[in-house]
């Protein structure tokens, strides 16, 4: 763990269940200030949980990442009721996969789905969250920095050559994370001199509600990898990573 998150501000989109609430625990953990959305907080019941232990370390926040009127709505809320001045770590993790349908049955509604929440939705959400000026450097926090971490897929990857034995189909899902992917090179560029970095993460194939509770390792295996990539002294930005630590070809 050669640069610990400890002490700071990260937010955790869709903290709820599956990674996301993995990662809110290891978060938690490390006494960092923990944002965490779900699409209905007063319904989040793990979250509600993690707050009887960690009631000064752990916001629950309403967030859509399909509707960018919620993500506008959620980032004046974190400015407005001054819940933090700076995030240091942004983790876009929420996602969905969509119908899981043969190549005959696909309709525009599923790729606007996959996209709403997979590409659009993180987009948006660093958007918003540089307009209140709370991430990178800014004048509450001259010379900030904040790693953004984009949860992606490998299945996201065109050339990586494992992937085929991964998957077959998801089309909209794949799209949508390689879309994802596309703007985390082009952001890690453009918003490297403001002190941001970005990244893409690859969790596995984990063991959650999105696989159906199919998997080849479990939340706990997957977060303690991507907590090892967030937490290495190796630089991050414009890379696509797998919880193993090892690079994704794009
Ligand atoms: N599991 C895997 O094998 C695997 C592999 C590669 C990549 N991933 C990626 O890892 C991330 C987490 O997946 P998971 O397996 O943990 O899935 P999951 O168990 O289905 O959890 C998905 C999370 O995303 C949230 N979410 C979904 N749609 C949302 C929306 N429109 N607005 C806000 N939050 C929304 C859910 O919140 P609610 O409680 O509000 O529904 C939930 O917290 C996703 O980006 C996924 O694509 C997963």
Do not use: C
């Not at 006494?31 to 209905?40: E, F, H, P, Q």
């Amino acid at each position: 763990m050669a640069n610990p998150i400890t002490g700071k501000t990260v937010v955790v989109t869709g903290g709820s269940r599956g990674i996301g609430l993995g990662l809110v625990k290891k978060f938690l953990a490390r006494d960092n200030l923990v944002i965490a959305t779900s699409r209905k907080s007063s319904e989040a019941t793990h979250l509600h949980e993690l707050h009887k232990q960690y009631p000064e370390h752990l916001i629950l926040t309403d967030l859509d990442t399909s509707t960018t009127s919620s993500i506008t709505a959620w980032a004046q809320q974190i400015k407005q009721q001054k819940v933090t001045k700076h995030v240091d770590v942004l983790v876009n993790n929420a996602g969905v996969y969509g119908r899981r349908l043969n190549l005959p049955h696909f309709e525009d509604e599923d790729f606007l789905f996959a996209f709403r929440s997979n590409t659009m939705g993180p987009f948006f959400v660093i958007q918003e969250l540089l307009k209140q000026e709370l991430l990178g450097g800014s004048p509450e926090a001259p010379g900030g920095k904040t790693l953004i971490a984009n949860v992606s897929s490998i299945v996201g990857s065109n050339t990586d050559p494992t992937v085929s034995a991964i998957t077959k189909g998801g089309f909209p899902y794949r799209a949508s994370k390689a879309a994802l992917n596309v703007i985390s090179t082009t952001l890690a560029r453009d918003l490297a001199a403001q002190g941001i970095e970005v990244v893409a993460l690859h969790p596995g194939y984990v063991k959650t509600d999105m696989t159906g509770g199919n998997g080849w390792i479990d939340v706990e295996e997957s977060t303690t990898g991507l907590m090892a990539v967030m937490e290495s002294e190796a630089p991050l930005n414009g890379r696509f990573m797998s919880y193993k630590g090892t690079e994704i070809p794009w």
